[in-house]
């Protein structure tokens, strides 16, 4: 995008911008993290793009390994400030159920997803199929906006009462 490709790279998923033609990095940018307890810590699939109509702000949204959202300037990497609360959205806190920040086993195991200016993102657990208490986190599918970080919307994939399908869900 603009001459630029940008990825996540590492076991660490740092976000990097690399000039295609030369192969020279023009930035990069890894974040401290909580504990690492998270699941599918060493998966990540890359970053979103993102920028408005005449191009004057680009930005690269990015999910760390600890589930948290940033959006960086595509020119610079630097976080956008503006972007969540200082910069970042703690997917963790959005899930609308109480969770252990450090201990929780949710991530996300894929590239976010823009569509037009709105973010959206999923959810992903340890991988296997027996969950190591009946208590785990929830799933959930959630629109972010793309500029501010605001939670536009959220899908439960087990309905609450209230929510189609919760009826029937037993």
Known sequence: ANGALY???????TAVSIDPITGELLWAKRFDERPRTFPRGLSGRGVAY?????????????VTPGYRM??????????IATFGRDGVVDLK??????????????GLNAT?????????VGTAHRPGSAPR??????????????????RLW???????????GYDTWL
Do not use: C
């Open 7 to 13: 990825a996540s790279v590492g076991s660490r998923r």
């Open 93 to 106: 806190l959005e899930a609308d159920q109480e969770v252990d920040l450090d201990t929780a086993e949710l």
């Open 133 to 150: 208490t009946m208590r785990n986190a929830k799933g959930s599918v959630r629109g972010y906006d793309v500029r501010t970080g605001k």
């Open 154 to 164: 959220i899908f439960h994939t087990i309905p609450r009462r209230g929510e189609f």
């Open 50 to 62: 993102w920028a408005n109509p005449n191009g004057t702000d680009r930005r690269v949204i990015y």
């Open 70 to 79: 940033k959006a960086l300037d595509a020119r610079t990497g630097v976080p």
């Open 112 to 120: 976010p997803l823009v569509v037009g200016d709105v973010i959206v």
